[in-house]
Protein backbone atom coordinates (compact mmCIF):
# COMPACT_ATOMS: atom_id res chain seq x y z
CA UNK A 1 0.00 0.00 0.00
CA UNK A 2 1.31 3.93 -0.78
CA UNK A 3 2.35 5.59 1.97
CA UNK A 4 2.06 8.71 1.41
CA UNK A 5 -1.19 11.08 0.23
CA UNK A 6 1.16 11.95 -3.19
CA UNK A 7 1.53 8.47 -3.61
CA UNK A 8 -1.73 7.41 -3.50
CA UNK A 9 -2.75 10.21 -6.09
CA UNK A 10 -0.21 9.17 -8.19
CA UNK A 11 -1.66 5.52 -8.23
CA UNK A 12 -5.54 7.14 -8.70
CA UNK A 13 -3.87 8.92 -11.88
CA UNK A 14 -2.49 5.73 -12.95
CA UNK A 15 -5.41 3.66 -12.74
CA UNK A 16 -7.59 6.63 -14.53
CA UNK A 17 -5.25 6.60 -17.45
CA UNK A 18 -5.21 3.07 -17.82
CA UNK A 19 -9.13 2.99 -17.85
CA UNK A 20 -9.51 5.51 -20.27
CA UNK A 21 -6.42 3.27 -22.52
CA UNK A 22 -9.28 0.90 -22.74
CA UNK A 23 -12.07 2.88 -23.61
CA UNK A 24 -13.71 2.89 -27.31
CA UNK A 25 -13.60 6.27 -28.67
CA UNK A 26 -16.56 5.29 -30.88
CA UNK A 27 -19.84 5.25 -28.47
CA UNK A 28 -22.03 3.30 -31.43
CA UNK A 29 -21.27 1.16 -34.38
CA UNK A 30 -22.32 3.76 -36.55
CA UNK A 31 -19.62 6.56 -35.50
CA UNK A 32 -17.03 3.32 -36.46
CA UNK A 33 -18.81 2.63 -39.57
CA UNK A 34 -18.74 6.73 -40.36
CA UNK A 35 -14.77 6.79 -39.54
CA UNK A 36 -14.23 3.96 -41.24
CA UNK A 37 -15.39 5.42 -44.98
CA UNK A 38 -14.03 8.52 -43.80
CA UNK A 39 -10.38 7.12 -43.77
CA UNK A 40 -11.22 4.87 -47.00
CA UNK A 41 -12.64 8.25 -48.91
CA UNK A 42 -9.29 9.93 -47.64
CA UNK A 43 -6.65 7.18 -48.93
CA UNK A 44 -8.87 7.56 -52.31
CA UNK A 45 -10.54 3.94 -52.13
CA UNK A 46 -13.60 5.28 -53.16
CA UNK A 47 -12.38 7.28 -56.50
CA UNK A 48 -15.11 8.32 -59.46
CA UNK A 49 -15.56 5.32 -61.84
CA UNK A 50 -13.20 6.01 -65.09
CA UNK A 51 -14.06 3.94 -67.79
CA UNK A 52 -11.04 1.24 -68.37
CA UNK A 53 -8.54 2.63 -71.33
CA UNK A 54 -8.54 -1.45 -72.41
CA UNK A 55 -12.65 -0.63 -72.83
CA UNK A 56 -11.70 2.19 -75.52
CA UNK A 57 -8.95 0.70 -76.61
CA UNK A 58 -11.11 -1.99 -77.67
CA UNK A 59 -13.85 0.29 -79.26
CA UNK A 60 -10.98 1.84 -81.31
CA UNK A 61 -9.43 -0.83 -82.78
CA UNK A 62 -12.98 -2.91 -83.72
CA UNK A 63 -14.03 0.71 -85.82
CA UNK A 64 -10.76 0.95 -87.30
CA UNK A 65 -11.37 -3.17 -88.34
CA UNK A 66 -14.90 -2.08 -89.44
CA UNK A 67 -13.55 0.75 -91.46
CA UNK A 68 -10.70 -1.29 -93.41
CA UNK A 69 -13.67 -4.45 -94.72
CA UNK A 70 -15.78 -1.65 -95.50
CA UNK A 71 -13.16 0.35 -98.11
CA UNK A 72 -12.57 -3.65 -99.08
CA UNK A 73 -15.73 -4.42 -100.07
Request: proline share 7%.
Amino acid sequence: MPDSPADVLALETTVERAGLALACPFSNSDEYEASIIQARRAAGAYAPKRPHLQFWLTIAGSAVILALLATIA
